[in-house]
T-cell receptor, first 115, second 110 residues
């Protein structure tokens, strides 16, 4: 069966510091990978998605970047965090359309507090 | 703006009652999905209904889809305290993106 791991679960970072959130998927090949951000009590904002190694699409211009160095690894980064980067970050995967209908499978999330 | 908008934003009911949440969307879709999120956790997929389907059941869940009105509803029957969570509708229009609404927060009182 497929699993998704995301870490760290919680982190508190000072303004201006770098960020690296990592996500790996097991049990499937060539998944679509996603990073979402969720503000407190709000819906999900799609930040980045990737359909293959080295292929990153950005949905929202911002202080963050994403990379996909391996087929099942997705990394969210920032060189200098802003207070507004605080939130709940969710990594996710899908197999695209077809039979699965692009059902999205989520990790457990990473709480980021920028202080 | 988001594709799916849930209504109500929050719902509080007694255990044993039915909970109904609605979702409206703007453009034609391939399918509509409902997800559940427990507080502080990732989202979990509940059910998917395709654009050519009108109703679907899964256990205590019943989902309807009206493409002419661009709306969907999620009914949870005989709710339990463990159903307390946020529920999101999400629309898939093709390609690689599934777009989520802002969610309905359901609180089931024991």
């Amino acid at each position: 069966s497929q699993t998704i791991h995301q870490w760290p679960a919680t982190l508190v970072q000072p303004v201006g510091s770098p960020l690296s959130l990592e996500c790996t998927v097991e049990g499937t090949s060539n998944p679509n990978l996603y990073w979402y951000r969720q503000a407190a009590g709000r819906g999900l904002q799609l930040l980045f998605y990737s359909v293959g190694i080295g292929q990153i699409s950005s949905e929202v211009p911002q202080n963050l970047s994403a990379s996909r160095p391996q087929d099942r690894q997705f990394i969210l980064s920032s060189k200098k965090l802003l207070l507004s980067d605080s939130g709940f970050y969710l990594c996710a995967w899908s197999l695209g359309g077809g039979d699965s209908g692009n059902t999205i499978y989520f990790g457990e999330g990473s709480w980021l507090t920028v202080v | 703006s988001q594709q799916g908008e849930e209504d109500p934003q929050a719902l509080s009911i007694q255990e044993g009652e039915n909970a109904t949440m609605n979702c409206s969307y703007k453009t034609s879709i391939n399918n509509l999905q409902w997800y559940r999120q427990n507080s502080g956790r990732g989202l979990v997929h509940l059910i998917l209904i395709r654009s050519n389907e009108r109703e679907k059941h899964s256990g205590r869940l019943r989902v309807t889809l009206d493409t002419s009105k661009k709306s969907s509803s999620l009914l949870i029957t005989a709710s339990r305290a463990a159903d307390t969570a946020s529920y999101f509708c999400a629309t898939y229009t093709g390609g690689f993106k599934t777009i989520f609404g802002a969610g309905t927060r359901l609180f089931v009182k024991a």
